[in-house]
């Protein structure tokens, strides 16, 4: 069987759908799995093993389509279930099973504070698509396989160390500076800051504050990041892709949370033997406003930005 699966960003969901890979080639080493996703993207999934080969979208859609029809795929795994992958789907008119995205749950949650969503991880949700092919979730947690040519022994490094994922794709689901300080306060061991370009300004001006501070933002590939977490005691996260490649490393988490919620099901996601505790999720219980969005906002719609300044460290 020639299995296509769907998912096109971004770094955490792309993550995230491994263990469906996994799952398959361990159950059925004979079926031939494809992963199509945006070129921006490869690097997360080129040394997976259970990825017989990447179709990456750069172009247009219409020459995607025709590349992947070309490859006569038996079904469709669709991990993104969007307008684009109902267009490939509505192109190649193969079997499809897609990931149920709660989109009406969500909907009901963030604009009328009802709550009606099945605790379920994301995870598990794109297990069920493949579970039409008789394959079932392993426990075994997500992986993440790292460049073997990459290395940061170039950098100078503590040999304890926590690592801090400083950015999101939103402000309203990162710590504002002050906070970011008062965090780093409290963590009882030297601490490096990841992130990418556009969170240097900030790594510099947090790494002036403290000498227990170095900053990596910007000056790590996603690689060399997951390489200096897999040599850190503790990761310190906002809900983003670094949580989960986090979470594949079998590290443990403090993940942060602020205008988004973890019923959402996208919590650090643990083989199912591993310790309960790794997991730390801070969050501020009990606002009326949260969450305010399913993604999140430049800034806080009522300008008050509680569920992050009212965040406590221990």
Known sequence: MKILILRFSSIGDIVLTSPVMRCIKTRFPHYTVHFATKKQFASLLKYNPYVDKLHLLEGSLSDFCKELKDEKFDVILDLHHNLRTLSIWSSLRIRRHSVDKLNWEKWLMVRFKI???PYVHIVDRYME???HLGVDND????DFFIDPNETISHLSIPERYSVYAIGGQHNTKKLPFEKQVELLSKIPMPVMLIGG???AGQGEKLSAVSANVLNFCGKLSIHQSALLMQGAERI???DTGMMHIAAALKKPVV???????PEFGMTPYYPSDF??????IKEVVGLDCRPCSKIGFEKCPLGHFNCMMQQEFD
Do not use: F, M
């Open 236 to 238: 310190y996260s906002h």
């Open 275 to 280: 310790p309960k505790k790794s997991g730390v």
């Open 115 to 117: 709550n009606i969503l």
């Open 139 to 142: 426990g075994k947690g997500l």
């Open 129 to 131: 698509t493949a579970r």
């Open 197 to 199: 370009k556009e969170d």
């Open 255 to 261: 993940s942060i949370w602020g205008n988004t919620i």
